[in-house]
């Protein structure tokens, strides 16, 4: 500030340089943010028409293209078979991606916070982790059955590891030295998770959560497959021992578009849980 004040004082032709330079820094950034949106709206518009035209010049048993995606979920919508599946699978994601979020939260504060805790599971949740999960979905389905229960335990074992993981190491990460010096305030084990634990492992939970939301749809996904009485997962498998591929894309597209509206939501939650992450952004 002093400078600036001097160069003020001194000489008033290197203040107007100054301001020029910053201005134009200004509109080189803002022109730069233009060219990012600018890319970001036309690369979809030009994968859609490359995916139009290709998909207009292949066999439709094997390929199909977005105007006959429209239409097939068109007749979806009005005959209902897509509404009432979409609505099983979104009800098995919720219930099961939530148990997943919440058992993997409790059992990652837990064993961060205590080691007999970690000495007692840290081998059993490793090998669960490194155990594909898809192995264990025909046993899962032998032992729950075909209705919803099944899937909604496969969803909340592909969820809850991510969330798990990352919040052990958040909470393994919580500097000691800060843990010292709201110790030596004589803060009570409560204060100290709601003053420290929580907020420092924060970041490192949503990173989990987001890891979990594609887990889960997957997860979905292959438990419909193995139950196929109900789902998107089922209308995939129906539609393709049809041969009906247009209609075969629509629940992808629909699982797509809830992944990405997932995704948001969570950055938006993020947002508001832990704003100071985002202020020197």
Same mark, same amino acid.
């Given at each position: 500030?002093?400078?600036?004040?001097?160069?003020?004082?001194?000489?008033?032709?290197?203040?107007?340089?100054?301001?020029?330079?910053?201005?134009?820094?200004?509109?080189?950034?803002?022109?730069?943010?233009?060219?990012?949106?600018?890319?970001?709206?036309?690369?979809?518009?030009?994968?859609?028409?490359?995916?139009?035209?290709?998909?207009?010049?292949?066999?439709?048993?094997?390929?199909?293209?977005?105007?006959?995606?429209? @239409?097939? *979920? !068109?007749?979806?919508?009005?005959?209902?078979?897509?509404?009432?599946?979409?609505?099983?699978? &979104? %009800?098995? +994601?919720?219930?099961?991606?939530?148990?997943?979020?919440?058992?993997?939260?409790?059992?990652?504060?837990?064993?961060?916070?205590?080691?007999?805790?970690?000495?007692?599971?840290?081998?059993?949740?490793?090998?669960?982790?490194?155990?594909?999960?898809?192995?264990?979905?025909?046993?899962?389905?032998?032992?729950?059955?075909?209705?919803?229960?099944?899937?909604?335990?496969?969803?909340?074992?592909?969820?809850?590891?991510?969330?798990?993981?990352?919040?052990?190491?958040?909470?393994?990460?919580?500097?000691?030295?800060?843990?010292?010096?709201?110790?030596?305030?004589?803060?009570?084990?409560?204060?100290?998770?709601?003053?420290?634990?929580?907020?420092?492992?924060?970041?490192?939970?949503?990173?989990?959560? @987001?890891? *979990? !939301?594609?887990?889960?749809?997957?997860?979905?996904?292959?438990?419909?497959?193995?139950?196929? &009485? %109900?789902? +998107?997962?089922?209308?995939?498998?129906?539609?393709?021992?049809?041969?009906?591929?247009?209609?075969?894309?629509?629940?992808?597209?629909?699982?797509?578009?809830?992944?990405?509206?997932?995704?948001?939501?969570?950055?938006?939650?993020?947002?508001?849980?832990?704003?100071?992450?985002?202020?020197?952004?």
């Amino acid at each position: 500030m002093r400078l600036k004040t001097s160069v003020a004082t001194s000489n008033p032709t290197k203040v107007a340089l100054y301001r020029r330079k910053a201005s134009h820094r200004a509109d080189a950034c803002l022109n730069h943010y233009h060219f990012i949106g600018w890319l970001r709206g036309i690369s979809p518009i030009v994968i859609f028409l490359l995916w139009e035209w290709y998909g207009r010049n292949t066999n439709p048993i094997l390929f199909t293209y977005p105007t006959a995606i429209v @239409r097939a *979920a !068109i007749d979806m919508i009005a005959d209902g078979t897509l509404l009432v599946a979409l609505s099983q699978s &979104i %009800s098995v +994601l919720a219930i099961g991606f939530m148990l997943g979020v919440l058992g993997g939260i409790a059992l990652g504060l837990l064993i961060g916070r205590s080691t007999v805790a970690a000495a007692l599971l840290d081998i059993p949740i490793t090998a669960l982790y490194v155990t594909p999960m898809v192995a264990l979905v025909p046993i899962l389905v032998l032992w729950f059955g075909f209705g919803t229960s099944a899937k909604v335990v496969v969803v909340m074992l592909f969820s809850i590891f991510p969330v798990l993981i990352n919040t052990m190491r958040g909470v393994r990460e919580v500097d000691p030295q800060l843990i010292e010096v709201v110790r030596s305030f004589c803060s009570t084990e409560y204060r100290l998770w709601i003053d420290l634990v929580l907020p420092s492992s924060l970041p490192f939970i949503m990173t989990g959560i @987001r890891l *979990a !939301i594609g887990r889960a749809l997957v997860a979905v996904i292959v438990a419909e497959f193995y139950t196929a &009485i %109900s789902g +998107l997962g089922y209308l995939i498998v129906s539609n393709a021992h049809s041969f009906q591929t247009a209609r075969v894309f629509v629940p992808i597209v629909v699982l797509m578009a809830v992944g990405i509206i997932s995704t948001g939501l969570l950055e938006v939650a993020e947002a508001r849980i832990s704003p100071w992450r985002y202020r020197h952004k």
